[in-house]
Every structure is written in C-alpha cells, then in structure tokens.
C-alpha cells in the first residue's frame, strides 16, 4: 500500500471527519477467465484500518482493470483510445459518425466496455492511416458541421503530412547510407534534409531567381554545395550528386522534392508537365548560417536569371562533369576547378 496523498475529510467509513490517507494498491483480480494485475486507488481509514472507494474511484479502479485485461490481450487501452481521438481532436461522437458505429460506442470503449478485436482492428488502422482518415472524412463531410469538418481536416492533413515525410525522410537516407563514408561523393559534410529544404526555399524565395523549375533547382543545389567545398573543404547539404544528361542530380532527388516543406505545383508545359518552385510563406532558414547564406547568394548572383538550357551548358563544361562518367558520382574534387570562385 503506497500513500498517494492525505487530506482531511467526511471519513465514511468510521463517518467522523479526519486526516484520510488516499492509497494505491497493486491488485490481483479476474476479468473474463485472464487474471490481471493492476493499481488501485482506495481512501484508507486508519482509525478502523480499512479502506474503502467512492463512486469516482470505484470507476477509475474497474477502467484500471479492463485496462490490464486490454494490455495483456494486445488491445488499445482506454486511454490509448482517447489519445489517438485527440490527434485528429475529434469529438467522440463524430469519430463514430465516420467510423458508422453507434453514437455512444467510443464513449464506451473509452471507459468501461471492452472492445472487440474487429473494433480495435479498425481503430488501430486509423491511428496509423491519416489518409485513411481524410477519405472517412470525406465521405462523412455532410454529415459533420462547416466548423467540425475544417478542424478535422486541418488535422487530420498535417499528421498525413507528417507520417508523409517521415516515410520519405527515411527512403531517402536509406538511399544515402552506402555514401555516408566516402567524403569524396558527400563533399565531406553529413546528409541534413533540414538543409536541403532549407536551401531550397531559400532559392525559392528570391526575387532574383526565375523560372525555378526542377532542372534548374538540381544545378542550383550543386553550384552551392561545390561552391561551399571550394571554399570551405565541405559542401552545406551533404547532399550526393549523380551526372545525367541534364547535369548533376542529387540521388534520391524525386523523393526530396516532395517533402512537404517544399512547395511545388505543376505546370502544363505543352509537350508535358514542369515542376515550378514556389515562394513558402516562412522566410527564416534556421539551419542556413551567415557563410552557407553567402554561398548561395553567389550562386543566385551567378545563375538566378539564367535559363535551364544556360545553367546545363555552364554545367556540362565544369571539370566535374567532363572527368565523371555518366550516371557516375560526382567527386568533390574535381570542383578545384570550378567556375564560380
């Protein structure tokens, strides 16, 4: 018996009034043939030496129970029930709205009713599906007040954008792993996705950099980073540069621009689609310093108004592209001789 608190009030169970010790005590009891140990939480009369419960702790000590018999069968929790409600910050009623299950049933599985597995099933896929949320919404819109449907959206788009990026966060530096080690192919500085986005928006906002679209990002990228490795013995991105046809391109680099920092829209280019850069409404680039911020300025002085085909020629006559083979790696050491000074 653990002593959680002591307060002086109407004792029931001897019914005078004095200093009550509220205890927790580690319980052993049966809940549909699963034996289940778990806390709770009594007021102990220490003047007839018993403990007793009221109606608020006689509830959260039986929700205590069925929650130990939920852990030991692999179900969500009360409490994990009601924190993947609060992601999407959904009432409990609208979530069985979207969910087609009867209007009190969360309010339920959030406290004294067990679920089933078929329940537990659908409620773990949407905490781990936000799309799968979006699409319930969707199709609930009208049924859910203007007000009720914003907020659900709001949420429910960032964790998707978030459970987005992560996923591509982590193909990316998977792709990266096997060029970790080799500075020659890095430009001797670790792979920060923080600072590709960060550079990228930072071309992107500039007044002075037009027509950014995906060709010309790609350039833009490595004249920093080799610029960066001239001046300084490191590039800024960590970034790894392959020579295609167009120039030098970063591995992973269709993964890289979808990252939801980044803003992008497509553009109906006639004979196919172009990918044009946009300004983002934050103007701050944390991870850039004052030197990175140098470097790119030079490289915007440089190529910010050039065309695609102009910055590709410039390109394709640098040492570090005529001295690679195609679709090798670019090494950093070729850049001694770069063009940009």
């Known amino acids: 018996m653990k002593i959680?608190?002591?307060?002086?009030?109407?004792?029931?169970?001897?019914?005078?009034?004095?200093?009550?010790?509220?205890?927790?005590?580690?319980?052993?009891?049966?809940?549909?043939?699963?034996?289940?140990?778990?806390?709770?939480?009594?007021?102990y009369c220490d003047r007839a030496d018993e403990t007793y419960a009221d109606e608020q702790q006689i509830s959260q000590n039986d929700i205590a129970m069925k929650n130990a018999y939920r852990a030991h069968e692999g179900l969500l929790t009360s409490d994990q029930i009601a924190s993947l409600r609060a992601r999407y910050g959904i009432s409990q009623s609208d979530l069985c709205l979207l969910l087609g299950w009867g209007a009190k049933t969360i309010t339920r599985y959030e406290s004294h009713q067990v679920q089933d597995i078929a329940h537990d099933t659908i409620l773990r896929k949407l905490d781990a599906d936000p799309e799968w949320?979006?699409?319930?919404?969707?199709?609930?819109k009208g049924s859910l007040s203007p007000a009720s449907y914003s907020k659900y959206l709001e949420a429910g788009?960032?964790?998707?954008?978030?459970?987005?990026?992560?996923?591509?966060?982590?193909?990316?530096?998977?792709?990266?792993?096997?060029?970790?080690?080799?500075?020659?192919?890095?430009?001797?500085?670790?792979?920060?996705?923080?600072?590709?986005?960060?550079?990228?928006?930072?071309?992107?906002?500039?007044?002075?950099?037009?027509?950014?679209?995906?060709?010309k990002?790609?350039?833009?990228?490595?004249?920093?980073?080799?610029?960066?490795?001239?001046?300084?013995?490191?590039?800024?991105?960590?970034?790894v540069y392959r020579a295609l046809p167009m120039g030098a391109v970063p591995v992973a680099y269709e993964s890289i621009v979808?990252?939801?920092?980044?803003?992008?829209?497509?553009?109906?280019?006639?004979?196919?689609?172009?990918?044009?850069?946009?300004?983002?409404?934050?103007?701050?680039?944390?991870?850039?310093?004052?030197?990175?911020?140098?470097?790119?300025?030079?490289?915007?002085?440089?190529?910010?108004?050039?065309?695609?085909?102009?910055?590709?020629?410039?390109?394709?006559?640098?040492?570090a592209y005529t001295e690679t083979a195609p679709n090798d790696i670019i090494q950093f050491k070729y850049v001694a001789s770069l063009s940009l000074t």
């Open 4 to 43: 959680i608190k002591t307060e002086r009030r109407l004792c029931t169970c001897c019914m005078e009034e004095h200093e009550v010790k509220m205890v927790r005590i580690r319980e052993r009891n049966i809940f549909k043939g699963v034996p289940v140990e778990y806390d709770a939480e009594y007021f």
């Open 133 to 140: 949320f979006l699409k319930l919404l969707q199709a609930a």
């Open 157 to 215: 788009t960032t964790l998707f954008e978030q459970d987005h990026d992560l996923y591509l966060k982590s193909a990316i530096m998977a792709k990266y792993a096997r060029y970790g080690q080799n500075a020659e192919f890095n430009g001797n500085a670790a792979l920060s996705l923080d600072v590709v986005v960060d550079m990228i928006r930072y071309y992107a906002n500039s007044p002075l950099v037009t027509s950014l679209y995906r060709v």
């Open 217 to 239: 990002l790609m350039k833009l990228l490595w004249y920093a980073d080799a610029l960066s490795y001239k001046r300084r013995g490191h590039a800024i991105s960590g970034l």
């Open 258 to 319: 979808d990252l939801s920092a980044i803003h992008c829209e497509e553009i109906d280019m006639g004979d196919g689609t172009g990918y044009r850069f946009m300004p983002t409404e934050d103007k701050t680039y944390p991870t850039l310093t004052s030197e990175d911020r140098e470097i790119l300025d030079a490289v915007i002085q440089r190529f910010g108004r050039a065309s695609k085909n102009e910055i590709v020629e410039t390109m394709h006559r640098e040492d």
